[in-house]
């Protein structure tokens, strides 16, 4: 038995083509967040993947301990602070360990010098070595540990923290209150 098509052919036709256009807008929209520019942290003194230069590493690994370049871009629309952390998730604590917390940095900052100070507002935490500053790469002898420089975009002004606040709270903080984050790992071993 032949049934009558409930849809004619032009209403369906029209219907494909509507379908097929807000296809392309979707595909259109999409490719253009694709490629959209990333936040990105760079640096003139570290690469990605590559070993810790000496003039960043901790002094009982005969270094420098001078915090590297570093410089961000395309932050997040929103964000109102930055924060800087240096960890080290290999550590043999079973926590890993924070090398440098740098938080409440003012939201038209793009770029830190090598060997920075805090600039104006922002405020250094104590790292794991006890110091409220940059403590470079140090591991034990043996096993290559990775070393994560993040810059993370803050919702707040400012984290409320205190001058004796440890790097560990500043970075838990700033993972809660990031729009987002843009990292480069690099490597140190120390020698047996």
């Known amino acids: 038995m032949h049934r009558p098509d409930p849809i004619p052919s032009a209403r369906r036709s029209r219907g494909r083509r509507a379908a097929a256009t807000l296809l392309a ?31 960043h590493l901790f002094p009982a690994c005969a270094g420098g301990n001078v915090s590297p370049a570093l410089e961000w871009k395309n932050p997040p ?18 926590n890993g360990w924070w090398h440098w917390a740098l938080v409440n940095l003012p939201a038209d900052t793009a770029a830190l010098p090598r060997g920075a100070k805090p600039p104006a507002g922002a405020m250094a935490l104590r790292n794991d070595f006890g ?5 470079g790469p140090c591991p034990p002898p043996g096993k290559t540990h990775r070393y994560e420089f993040t810059v993370w975009a803050l919702k707040s002004d400012k984290l409320k923290l205190d001058a004796k ?25 120390r020698p047996k």
């Not at 629309?77 to 079973?94: K, L, N, Q, Y």
């Open 131 to 135: 110091v409220a500053g940059y403590s």
């Open 77 to 94: 629309e929103g964000t109102r602070s930055f924060a800087i952390t240096v960890f080290d998730p290999d550590a043999p604590t079973g």
């Open 165 to 189: 606040a440890q790097a560990m709270l500043g970075g838990a903080m700033a993972r809660a209150d990031a729009l987002g984050h843009a990292t480069i790992t690099v490597k140190y071993s």
């Open 25 to 55: 807008v979707a595909a259109l929209a999409l490719s253009a967040f694709a490629h959209a520019d990333e936040f990105v942290l760079q640096s003139a003194d570290l690469r990605e993947g590559e070993p810790v230069p000496a003039l």
